[in-house]
């Protein structure tokens, strides 16, 4: 995954695509920090839980900007974040979701909104890449009243 995104950064730098090459050279400089807290080379989920992380930043970041009134800077973000997430793999749909969790609720007999952590990490240790942790508590807290 790291080559892919090395050659991606040199195709935008000959496109002369901006916003492009400066999305990608801030996730290698994390990933290279990454590898140097950890010391060794990551692996392509760890790759993938770093890409995730600034997903995860650029969501919160769209969230106060949009309260700031700040539209300039909400779509520098959207662009940012749309670049991030096509590293990552697809998303289940709401209505997969729905179905996985009904199933793990049905397997493991929830029935109370105290189980939702515990749905919750019955459904991140099964389907981690997959799923958007937030969108998937929210639907959580709605099955489990």
Known sequence: MLARIEGD?????????KRRVST?????????????????????????????RAVK?????IEQYERGGRKDLVEA???ELAILEGYLPQTLADAEL???????????GFSSSKDVGALM???MSRHRAEVDGKR???????LLP
């Open 9 to 17: 950064l040199k195709t935008a730098l000959k496109a002369g695509q």
């Open 24 to 52: 990608l050279r801030l996730l290698l400089s994390a990933l290279k920090n990454e590898k140097i807290r950890e010391q060794r080379d990551l692996t392509d989920p760890e790759i993938e839980t770093a890409i995730r």
């Open 57 to 61: 930043q650029r969501k919160e970041a």
């Open 77 to 79: 973000e959207r662009e």
């Open 98 to 108: 729905e179905g996985i969790l009904r199933g793990i609720i049905s397997e493991k």
């Open 121 to 123: 990490k019955e459904l």
């Open 136 to 142: 998937a508590q929210q639907m959580a807290r709605t």
